[in-house]
């Protein structure tokens, strides 16, 4: 079992920065990956980002390339997401996810797949204004 806990949320004017953390725990040998989702009231769950547990390769979401940077500290166990350039369009709630081995095939090689993901945390809240 794996446990994740995001923290890092808040407000923001446009244009601005935040970063998201998401610590990690439990059996983490059996993770291959983690990533970021968001979903904004009434739209469908959004893969951000996307990385392996080696830093080994990383994936973004067409919305958010060049502006958000994916990272993972394996001492710390915590995954962090840089958000730059922040639009109103970002708000929404964000949450982490965990992959086990054999299960980021389809995010590794095509776009991030929430269905390969099985560990979630509670979600933080990002909001935007203009």
């Known amino acids: 079992q794996v446990q994740v806990v995001e923290s890092g949320g808040g407000s923001v004017q446009a244009g601005g920065s935040l970063r998201l953390s998401c610590e990690a725990s439990g059996y983490m040998d059996s993770i291959e990956c983690m990533a970021w989702f968001r979903q904004a009231p009434g739209k469908e769950r959004e893969g951000v980002a996307a990385?392996?547990?080696?830093?080994?390769?990383?994936r973004y979401g067409a919305s958010v390339k060049d502006r958000f940077i994916i990272s993972k500290d394996n001492a710390k166990n915590t995954l962090y997401l840089q958000m730059n350039s922040l639009k109103p369009e970002d708000s929404a709630m964000y949450y982490c996810a965990a992959a086990g081995r054999g299960r980021c095939g389809r995010t590794w090689l095509l776009q991030i797949d929430g269905t390969e993901f099985t560990y979630w945390g509670q979600g933080t809240q990002v909001t935007v204004s203009s």
């Open positions: 990385i392996g547990t080696s830093n080994d390769w990383a």
